[in-house]
């Protein structure tokens, strides 16, 4: 079945995102916002201010559509790879060759550009919204966006189709290489705890799914810090001028450690999430074949 990948990647991405947003929010927030002392500090002040409400803004949105971009994120590496593997022997026990689950991932990573990239703007955006919750006392109090479809509307009227893919350049820099390097350790962890001709079990896609996000998400966090900012940039003025800027700006000002902000956060909220997400693509995978 040509969809089932799609279909299963679809599923999957939706529950790993509803997993780990709570920890992307406040990622998000350490990258692009200046006012927090450290990770505590901005759990603390997000609770105060908003409740458990703020950690859960801008989710809405992206638990529908960033399934469709996990989709033909999924979709695309599983097909790719199975056209690749094309001149293999069908009764092969051995995983794809690294350069097959690289190449697969790294077209993976290009196709789901065009969906993630508007998706994540609006995220981080919404994110970045840190006005006290709603009460008789702050009823007042007017946040810039009402809502995703509000925020993705907003933008487009005063910054333009090209407004709604800020920060692109550096999504892709951070997607397309590191959605190769996700799904290489995948195969692998899983092959060496797989005894031959055997399907990979619970614990093995367990294992390699959040080993894999960890390894990704190590080397992707200086690219997302850089993302994340030139997406917020543009809100109130152009800070930046373009990746190079951005990077060399951030690393003036506060140093090279920036590149690194959120590395923790990212780690911790890499494993449980994408061992989830390759557990539940792989259910659903087998399920629907």
């Known amino acids: 079945m040509p969809f089932a990948e799609f279909i299963a990647g679809w599923i999957s991405g939706a529950v790993g995102l509803v997993l ?8 998000v927030r350490l990258q692009t916002q200046y006012k927090y002392r450290g990770i505590i500090d901005c759990i603390k002040k997000t609770y105060k201010n908003e409740r458990v409400h ?28 199975d056209y690749l593997s094309q001149s293999y022997p069908s009764n092969s026990s051995f995983p794809p060759s690294f350069t ?27 994110q970045n919204q840190t006005h006290p919750h709603r ?16 925020c993705a509307a907003t933008i487009l009227q005063q910054e333009g189709i090209q407004g709604l893919y800020r920060g692109l350049g550096a999504l892709a820099l951070r997607d397309i ?19 031959a001709g055997q399907q990979p079990g619970t614990l ?6 959040g080993c894999a996000g960890v390894i990704t998400w190590a080397c992707a966090t200086p690219m997302d810090v850089i993302k994340a900012r030139l997406q917020m940039d543009g809100l109130e003025g152009c800070r930046y001028r373009g990746i190079l800027h951005c990077v060399t700006d951030s690393i003036r000002t506060e140093g090279f450690s920036v590149l690194f902000r959120g590395l923790l956060l990212n780690s911790v909220r890499a494993f ?6 390759f557990l539940s693509y792989e259910t659903l995978l087998e399920n629907i074949k």
């Open 20 to 27: 780990g947003h709570p920890m992307d929010t406040i990622k």
């Open 54 to 81: 703020g950690f859960f803004k801008g989710m809405s949105f992206p638990v529908f559509t960033v399934a469709v971009s996990n989709s033909v994120a999924f979709g695309t590496y599983g097909n790719t790879l």
């Open 100 to 126: 097959d689950a690289f190449l697969a991932g790294c077209f993976a990573g290009t196709t789901q550009l065009l969906v993630s990239a508007p998706v994540d703007l609006v995220k981080v955006r919404l």
């Open 135 to 150: 009460t008789v006392h702050t009823a007042c109090v007017t946040s810039k966006y009402r809502g995703p479809v509000h």
């Open 177 to 195: 290489p590191c959605f190769g390097l996700y799904f290489l350790p995948y195969e692998l962890i899983c092959y060496g705890m797989t005894e």
């Open 204 to 209: 093995a896609v367990l294992v390699a799914g």
């Open 272 to 277: 449980p999430v994408n061992a989830v997400t």
